[in-house]
């Protein structure tokens, strides 16, 4: 082999395939010609279009004039003969690969639409709007659970199950009424992102409970609060707190420290509770209250007019409502004839001895003369305050009425205590003559226990022990605990506070008694200059706002308030502001520590009894502050949501 011999370059397939250079499709290497180009028309070239092949060894046999190089304007192989289809291909093969000149092509019209990035952009909007249309959906479901205090999961959630539970079968109506939902939640949705799980509802509902409390926060920001604090239990036998920025008054809860009043309200709790816990007892104790109408209907003891009359049932006494004491002794005086029948009827024809039993305990404790002595003592009492009880739940409070009624319900229980024995004892006598309940001599000697002489420690009357341990002993705790939840000091304190408001057109406005409110009570908030200047700003407000028409028809401190920081004149008056701000704080009651316990039962049912906490206080939340929740913008929630941790699914 000679030395000389000038080896062939190697050829790989990247050669093979890469850009040729211009000389090569000049023709100068001879392999191939340039591709022809055409501009439009059919598939096949026309005879002025085509450029002869050179230097290429084409079999003789094969019947045709020419080789297109370009692919898109050669011939299809079908056209050549069977036989020779392997001879074309080595003639292309040999030929080479072809790269066209593309400038000498049509350009294509620009069509920004049709661009790849902006198709795909187009397509993940709509699929974004969609994900956060669905999470809405669920959101919009969650949120209205919440504020009704329904539970949100059911037994059976699966496919197949005709109750799939309250938070999914309020997505399927929503899906009913609108069909751009019904396409993109549920089962067609994304499995692995329906927004649907239990863990999803949580969250959705943390983040809306923490939007209402932020709400609450931002109001009250530096202003003067404070902090009501309260316990209960609940279904699960678990104590709950509540903690409330704004006195619970325990009237009831002062009388059971007198033993006997403790044990009648536990005589009348089993009462109640056996009467009304089976549904055939309750519905004969209804029948024979509505013959017993009836009867004193006819007998013209019973008034006929419209809505009187209505056929009730006992109620019992709850922990966490101040009336329903009052409530459950009015109604159980009212059906004291009907209960004492229904019990002597199954004590003769009860279903088994224990029911037997338990109406026999139930109808001895009826007819004791010291339980209907404390039941009527309760009703009279527990009458007197009734109407203060009632304004104190109110959620805007007239101090003013408020402390009015201190100052009568006190007069009243001590005009009770101090002249109204006989009276009452009179009442006491007529009632146990019409139920024939025994009355006892009350000249006798009172006996204790068993009523043997080694038991007795005081020689007392049966009067005596009935009007001195019982009758007045129950209204001084009454008076002591009123004493104690508003001395003179406080009243004197929120009756001058009530020369702030608009009422009969400032008859009570008083420059001197407003300032003695600011030397006497709140010497730590305003200084002595502060005391003139709100002197200056009295003189001014008083002008100001009597011909002011937004100012018209307040009838408490609190709306007053809120009209000043809506017209803006708080910003002026400010320290007339600071003062009724300090007034509104003082804590006249528990009402809503209260109601926050009534709405735990609502809400923490004995089917919801395994709520953890979290999820409960955030449920309460939203039911009890049901008005800013609804005005919270659920798509702000979804932005949160999705900024807490990465997501299956693009929401923005």
Request: proline content about 3%; aromatic content about 8%; glycine content about 4%.
């Amino acid at each position: 082999m000679s030395n000389n011999h000038t080896s062939k370059p190697r050829k790989t397939l990247l050669s093979y395939f890469g850009k040729k250079k211009d000389n090569h499709l000049s023709g100068e290497s001879g392999s191939s010609s340039p591709c022809n180009v055409r501009d439009g028309g059919s598939s096949l070239p026309s005879s002025s279009q085509i450029i002869e092949i050179e230097n290429v060894d084409i079999s003789s046999d094969i019947n045709t004039p020419y080789y297109e190089h370009d692919p898109g304007l050669r011939l299809p192989i079908e056209v050549y003969p069977a036989d020779k289809h392997d001879d074309v291909r080595k003639a292309y093969i040999k030929m080479g690969p072809c790269q066209p000149i593309l400038d000498k092509y049509p350009p294509i019209p620009d069509d920004s639409s049709r661009h790849i990035d902006k198709v795909m952009n187009t397509l993940s909007i709509q699929e974004t709007l969609q994900n956060r249309l669905r999470l809405k959906t669920s959101l919009e479901a969650m949120k209205w659970l919440a504020m009704q205090g329904c539970a949100f999961r059911g037994h059976d959630e699966s496919i197949n199950s005709t109750n799939r539970g309250n938070f999914i079968e309020m997505i399927k109506l929503q899906a009913k009424v609108n069909q751009e939902i019904a396409g993109i939640v549920l089962e067609n949705s994304q499995q692995n992102a329906k927004y649907t799980s239990p863990r999803i509802q949580k969250e959705l509902l943390n983040i809306l409970a923490n939007r209402v409390r932020a709400k609450i926060h931002k109001k009250v920001r530096d202003a003067k609060f404070c902090i009501l604090v309260d316990e209960a239990v609940d279904e699960s036998n678990k104590e709950q707190m509540a903690i409330i920025l704004r006195l619970q008054l325990a009237l009831v809860k002062v009388a059971k420290e007198v033993h006997d009043i403790w044990l009648f309200f536990s005589k009348l709790n089993s009462i109640v509770n056996f009467v009304s816990t089976s549904s055939k007892r309750h519905s004969e104790l209804k029948s024979i209250r509505e013959g017993e109408i009836q009867e004193l209907t006819a007998l013209g003891e019973l008034e006929t007019v419209t809505g009187a009359n209505q056929i009730r049932t006992l109620q019992r006494p709850g922990a966490t409502r101040w009336s329903s004491h009052f409530t459950s002794i009015g109604r159980l005086i009212n059906m004291f004839g009907s209960t004492f029948t229904l019990l002597k009827n199954l004590i003769d024809k009860g279903l088994n001895s224990n029911i037997c039993g338990e109406a026999k305990c139930a109808y001895k404790d009826l007819r004791s003369f010291e339980f209907v002595f404390i039941l009527l003592l309760l009703h009279k009492v527990l009458g007197i305050y009734d109407m203060l009880c009632q304004a104190l739940q109110l959620k805007s409070q007239d101090i003013l009425n408020a402390m009015n009624l201190v100052s009568t319900t006190k007069i009243l229980l001590q005009k009770s205590s101090e002249s109204e024995w006989d009276t009452f004892l009179e009442s006491i006598v007529s009632f146990c003559e019409r139920y024939e309940i025994d009355i006892p001599n009350m000249s006798a000697r009172h006996m204790e226990g068993t009523k043997r002489s080694c038991q007795q420690k005081d020689n007392i009357t049966v009067e005596h022990y009935y009007h001195i341990s019982i009758f007045i002993v129950v209204i001084d705790y009454q008076l002591i605990e009123l004493n104690n939840r508003f001395p003179e000091q406080t009243i004197e304190l929120l009756t001058i506070s009530t020369t702030l408001s608009l009422i009969d057109v400032f008859k009570s406005f008083d420059v001197d008694d407003i300032c003695t409110l600011d030397n006497k009570f709140y010497s730590k908030d305003f200084s002595k200059n502060d005391i003139e200047d709100l002197r200056r700003q009295l003189s001014h407000y008083r002008l100001d706002v009597l011909g002011c028409p937004e100012f018209q028809n307040l009838v408490s401190l609190s709306k007053l308030c809120q009209c000043l920081a809506e017209t803006k004149r708080s910003e002026h008056y400010t320290l007339i502001d600071k003062l009724i701000r300090l007034v509104l704080t003082l804590p006249l009651s528990t009402t809503t520590t209260k109601r926050a316990f009534s709405v735990m039962k609502l809400v923490k049912t004995p089917l919801r009894n395994k709520m953890d906490d979290d999820f409960l206080t955030d449920c309460m939340v939203i039911y009890i502050e049901r008005e800013i929740a609804d005005i919270i913008d659920l798509d702000s929630i979804i932005d949160e949501f999705d900024d807490v941790k990465p997501r299956k699914t693009k929401l923005k």
